[in-house]
């Protein structure tokens, strides 16, 4: 496990690395807002170690606040063969994924991209070339029983839906934070 200095080093590698993801800020801005903010450190580094490469993305004008957003070229590798969210996860009754995406981004301190954040981040790079990520879903398509997920084939950002009970080796999540 890595400490919070281990993990501030890393971020600070990735951001002077990628310095058109968070043009105008500041890495001393980017550390002093993590300073003290424990939690926040705390889902950094379970994003870091799921293979998330979280790296700053915006900041709110207003506030102050900065977002990080998983970053990996693939979808997170050691968040993937996961289904969509608990109720979906219940209703397998065979071959059951070790567990759902809402879920692992909740007890990481982390949230799904919505499909604007997707696109958002492809506008920064091209992101799940050879994977697929699930995004949070409307809750009238999650009613129905479906689920959204989102690659990049061909130069375009691609929705698809599936059912929400499903799960893949090459589909994991994005998440944010804002800190």
């Not at 990520?133 to 599936?162: E, K």
Request: hydrophobic share 40%; proline share 3%; glycine share 8%.
């Amino acid at each position: 496990m890595k400490t919070h200095d281990d993990l501030l080093q890393i971020l600070k590698r990735r951001f002077d690395q990628h310095a058109a993801r968070h043009a105008g800020i500041a890495w001393a801005a980017v550390q002093a807002r993590l300073q003290g903010h424990a939690a926040a450190l705390q889902s950094l580094r379970r994003m870091e170690d799921t293979g998330g490469e979280p790296d700053v993305i915006g900041q709110d004008p207003a506030s102050g606040a900065l977002t990080f957003c998983d970053c990996a070229a693939e979808s997170p590798a050691g968040r993937r063969s996961l289904c969509y969210d608990q109720d979906a996860l219940d209703a397998r009754k065979e071959h059951r994924p070790q567990g759902s995406a809402v879920e692992a981004a909740a007890a990481m301190g982390i949230q799904l991209l919505t499909e604007a954040q997707y696109r958002d981040l492809q506008r920064l790079g091209e992101f799940d070339l050879k994977t697929s990520s699930w995004i949070r879903t409307p809750p009238a398509v999650r009613a129905l029983g479906g689920a959204l997920f989102c690659d990049r084939r061909y130069g375009q950002v691609f929705v698809y839906h599936n059912g929400a009970q499903s799960y893949y080796a090459a589909r994991g999540f994005r998440g944010w934070l804002q800190v």
